[in-house]
């Protein structure tokens, strides 16, 4: 089955610096990778995803980047503020048949004033 | 749109018990996933329904059971709890589309096992 792996498993920055996290996965069919942030004592909310058939995708300050064939991907965060530190967990999932989503195990990110 | 529901909010049980915890998705989605939720462990994929099926189902126990209803609500349940069943167990629904698409979490069930 599907494994996903995270690093780092927590990260602190400078706020106005750019924060990258990791995500490696296992399963080649994967080609649906969503990123999740999730607040203290909040629930999880998707905050951007990409699909296998495209290589990076932006949304304003936040990006993302594919590269299938080092089954990697990443979530970059440019121009930091205080509301970014949360909990990120990235996922993988074969897009074809139900909701089976493997999450990694998450990267504490503190961005300090 | 009222978001996803999960009840209850917090409950204590002990060990050897069961417990069923509760989920209403957004009206229109049909999907229901759940996860268990633990420090260190990230999220968990328990199982997922779809129109009353089960469609998915991740590495648990057969202690771990769900069932959906025909209104898409969702109960999961735990018989035999051990201590390490101590978790925040998270439920999700999703557009009826067989493709993935964005998760929408409820705030959870935080099941403390003593």
């Known amino acids: 089955g599907e494994n996903v792996e995270q690093h780092p498993s927590t990260l602190s920055v400078q706020e106005g610096d750019s924060a990258v996290i990791k995500c490696t996965y296992s399963?080649?069919?994967?080609?649906?990778f969503p990123w999740y942030k999730q607040e203290l004592g909040k629930r999880p909310q998707l905050i951007i995803d990409?699909?296998?058939?495209?290589g990076e995708k932006k949304d304003q300050r936040i990006a993302v980047t594919l590269n299938k064939t080092a089954k990697h991907f990443s979530l970059h965060i440019t121009e930091t503020q205080p509301e970014d530190s949360a909990v990120y967990f990235c996922?993988?999932?074969?897009?074809?048949?139900?909701?089976?989503?493997?999450f990694g195990p998450g990267t504490r990110l503190s961005v300090l004033p | 749109k009222a978001g996803v529901t999960q009840t209850p909010r917090y409950l204590i049980k002990t060990r050897g018990q069961q417990v069923t915890l509760s989920c209403s998705p957004i009206?229109?989605?049909?999907?229901v996933s759940w996860y268990q939720q633990t420090p260190g462990q990230g999220l968990q994929f328990l199982f997922e329904?779809?129109?009353?099926?089960?469609?998915n189902k991740g590495n648990f126990p057969g202690r771990f059971s769900g069932r959906q209803f025909s209104n898409s609500r969702s109960e999961m349940n735990v018989s035999t709890l051990e201590l390490g069943d101590s978790a925040l167990y998270l439920c999700?629904?999703?557009?009826?589309?067989?493709?993935?698409?964005?998760?929408?979490f409820g705030e959870g069930s935080r099941l403390t096992v003593l």
């Open positions: 999700a629904s999703s557009l009826p589309r067989a493709n993935t698409g964005e998760l929408f």
């Open positions: 996922a993988a999932t074969v897009d074809n048949y139900g909701q089976n989503f493997v």
């Open positions: 329904y779809f129109s009353e099926t089960q469609r």
């Open positions: 990409i699909r296998s058939n495209v």
């Open positions: 399963d080649s069919a994967s080609n649906y």
């Open positions: 009206s229109g989605h049909r999907s």
